[in-house]
């Protein structure tokens, strides 16, 4: 289990997080839900090792502390994060930057099946695996990134805004594709403003608001909690 308990983190003088606890199960998906500014990529960040938590924070994954743990050794432990903007190298082709994302040590023996399974989830990106990335679309690269993560063969895998800016087709591609690596057996922690998307393929969620956590539950709950529909995005939001 990947358990995050009370993390606070500082910009100086800013805080960003203010002791928030939440925790993702073996297998199990789990959704952040908040507005920008809540606070949701600053605890991506933090669980990646790119941002330095304060005070009481604490951060386990089975049980082993990993908070404080440098960035590039957080995927020894089964932890993949797809950022927010993608961070894709757009002058390598796809095959190179999946092959990128294979160089932790526990997934270098399973280089060949990951890249089969990549390319099982996004057909599209095994018929252009010699294509340079920034001749891509959007929702092609946003596949890539999510790919070259897959790459490192994660027990859990980060994701900071999948879906932002994609055209509404390409979102339903690309959770089709995350519902198949939820099949794997991958626990996928969230971060979302595509509320409804989001709840579909989740089973638990949070609400966080000016860095703190101001409310949970399952993704039924939410999806019908006014906190939700008023707060974030609208009620309308969560018919279309």
């Known amino acids: 289990m990947l358990e995050i308990r009370q993390l606070s983190l ?18 199990e998906t789990v959704v952040i839900l908040g507005a920008n500014g809540a606070g949701k990529s600053s605890l991506l960040k933090s669980i990646a090792g790119l941002a330095v938590p304060n005070g009481k924070s604490s951060i386990t994954l089975g049980g082993r502390s990993i908070i404080g743990m440098p960035a590039h050794l957080v995927p020894e432990t089964g932890i993949a994060l797809v950022p927010e903007g993608r961070g894709v190298f757009g002058d390598l082709t796809v095959e190179e930057n999946l092959l990128l994302g294979a160089n932790p040590r526990r997934a270098r023996a399973e280089e060949t099946s990951r890249r089969q399974l990549v390319f099982d989830l996004f057909p599209r990106l095994g018929e252009r695996r010699g294509q340079l990335v920034r001749t891509m679309s959007g929702g092609e690269q946003q596949m890539v990134a999510i790919g070259r993560a897959l ?67 399952s993704a039924a709950e939410l999806r019908t909690d006014p906190a939700v529909q008023n707060a974030f995005l609208g009620a309308a939001a969560l018919n279309n």
């Not at 997080?17 to 297998?27: A, R």
């Not at 089973?203 to 000016?210: A, D, I, P």
Request: no cysteine; proline share 4%; aromatic share 4%.
């Open 10 to 27: 500082r910009y100086g003088r800013h805080l960003a997080l203010d002791e928030v606890s939440v925790t993702v199960g073996e297998g």
């Open 151 to 217: 790459m490192s063969n994660p027990r859990y895998l980060l994701l900071d805004e999948p879906s932002l800016g994609l055209a509404p087709i390409i979102v339903k591609e690309l959770f089709a594709a995350l519902r198949g690596v939820k099949e794997t057996g991958v626990s996928l922690l969230l971060v979302e403003q595509n509320v409804s998307t989001s709840l579909a393929i989740a089973e638990r969620g949070y609400l966080l608001e000016t860095g703190r956590i101001v409310g949970e539950g």
